[in-house]
């Protein structure tokens, strides 16, 4: 319907200009013509004609102009509308004085083009730095503004995440975010925050260790990436345990959870929340090694068999080398000979250089 009456519109108004042009013909040209009714009558089909093609190039863009306003988030649109505000505000306090300098009336038109002109440009440039510096200017106006639009689910320029207590306490995180290979939002609900706390607070050495080392690390990308963690209160009374709480709050706010709980990952996999396990990542970019390939290695301790020697790889990875037993506390070069994967992980098999081809 609305298509229809843009189009109606153009050609209604190009067929009324086209009917009444023919006014502003020459007095000379006019005495000449018969009928004057029927030459304003063609004009006017024609102009309908054109005016009809303009409309219909005109809805097609007004179409494509909607449809990138309903993909741009709210927050690029709210920013961008207090930037065309601001900028026109800027336009006229700095246009103001130019009102009143005396301009010869021969060069009145100068006036009206230069408020026209600066005041294009003045507002186009408040969009631009609005799209830069949108988020700050959010969160100037409102500093909670960001963080409740993050966990209504409205910015989706990157999937949100909600971190998970075990990933906290890896300490894997903070080099994420480092690299940058994590983008997006990051919030801490509070009650992981809380069990963390209560890990920290526990009776156990070891348990307290790693919940002191978690609280830490937080603190850490927090003041590091003070726009990015975004520590939330909501609470699930109801729900007595955080995993249940972290997989609830995930899928009310259509956020990915940020997890190294394999157990969590299948429970949210099945409830359709998307999981990003670090685990899964790290044994994503672990190196692959192929029959043949060097490794220079450390051999740390001796096998289960007599002439087997034990060492690992910066990731972990358990290499058994045949005949390394004499090499304990030394660091050789080994060829790899095979590989196997298993559930507990991966081992690699090798013999040192200068045996593996003898």
């Keep these: 319907m609305l298509d229809a009456i843009i189009i109606l519109s153009f050609i209604l108004a190009a067929a009324g200009i086209g009917f009444y042009s023919t006014d502003l ?6 005495s000449r013509v018969t009928n004057l009714d029927a030459l304003r009558f063609i004009v006017a089909v024609f102009a ?12 097609t863009e007004y179409r494509r102009l909607e449809i990138q306003v309903r993909e741009l988030p709210l927050e690029v649109i709210l920013t961008r509308a207090i930037g065309l505000v601001i900028g026109l505000l800027v336009a006229n306090l700095m246009l103001a004085p130019l009102f ?21 440009v003045l507002a186009v440039t408040g969009m631009n730095l609005a799209d830069t510096h949108g988020r700050g200017l959010l969160r100037l106006i409102n500093p909670n503004t960001v963080e409740t639009m993050v966990v209504e689910g409205t910015l989706k320029p990157a999937s ?31 009650f992981v925050l809380q069990e963390l706390q209560q890990v920290a607070d526990a009776s156990k050495d070891q348990k307290r260790v790693r919940g002191r080392r978690g609280l830490e ?3 850490r990308i927090k003041t590091d990436y003070p ?11 109801d729900i007595p345990t955080v995993d249940a709480k972290l997989v609830k709050f995930a899928q009310e706010i259509n956020a990915i959870l940020l997890t190294n709980d394999y157990n969590l990952s ?70 790899v000979t095979s590989a196997l994967q298993t559930s507990a992980g991966r081992m690699i098999f090798a013999k040192p250089q200068e045996k593996a081809f003898t």
């Design 266 to 335: 299948k429970v949210a996999t099945l409830q359709k929340v998307s999981v990003l396990n670090v685990n899964d990542l790290v044994n994503a970019v672990r190196p692959s090694y192929l029959p043949g390939d060097n490794i220079d290695l450390k051999i740390l301790k001796e096998g289960k068999e007599p002439s087997q020697g034990i060492g690992y790889l910066d990731d972990g990875t358990m290499v058994v080398v045949e005949e390394g037993s004499g090499y304990v506390g030394g660091e050789i070069r080994v060829v």
């Design 160 to 190: 949100t995440k909600v971190l998970d207590t075990s990933c906290i306490i890896d300490g894997r995180i903070e080099t994420l975010l480092e690299t940058g290979f994590l983008e997006g939002q990051i919030i801490v609900p509070q």
């Design 227 to 237: 726009d990015r963690i975004v520590l939330n209160s909501l609470d699930y009374e």
């Design 48 to 59: 309908a004609i054109i005016g009809g093609a303009f409309g219909l190039r005109f809805q």
């Design 100 to 120: 009143l300098l005396p301009i010869p009336a021969d060069f009145g038109f100068i006036k009206p083009l230069v408020a026209v002109v600066g005041s294009i």
């Design 25 to 30: 013909l020459p007095t000379e040209a006019l």
């Design 217 to 219: 690390i937080l603190n």
